[in-house]
């Protein structure tokens, strides 16, 4: 028996009900309009970081400033970008998803079924 059938009458957990719910596919969808582009992005910039310490080592060799080449600049930016992420991805959550997850946890917590 499908989930929403059972849903409706009232077999399910609470748990569920709310994985059934609108509200939660609205949160995941949500969730992956941010997580399906960063790591695209991230991925693509990575690979980019590999593809050019394959095929353009001199490149990577070029001299900044004394000791410290563009690959080793090339490669601290991969750390950049991780912590961007992060930082950015607490400020979007904050705002985008955790007033729908307080209103879900809610609802599991006081029983409400709809």
Do not use: H
């Not at 957990?13 to 582009?37: D, K």
């Not at 590999?50 to 563009?70: D, E, I, K």
């Amino acid at each position: 028996m499908p989930l929403s059938q059972e849903s409706s009458r009232g077999n399910a957990s609470g748990y569920e009900i709310v994985y059934a719910s609108r509200e939660f596919r609205t949160l995941r969808r949500r969730l992956g309009s941010f997580v399906v582009p960063a790591t695209v992005l991230f991925l693509g910039w990575y690979f980019l970081y590999v593809l050019t310490a394959t095929f353009a080592p001199g490149f990577m060799r070029t001299s900044v400033f004394g000791y410290v080449n563009a690959g080793l600049c090339f490669g601290a930016t991969q750390f950049v970008a991780v912590f961007a992420i992060t930082m950015g991805y607490r400020r979007w959550a904050r705002r985008n998803l955790d007033p729908m997850s307080q209103r879900l946890r809610q609802r599991l917590e006081t029983g409400r079924k709809r």
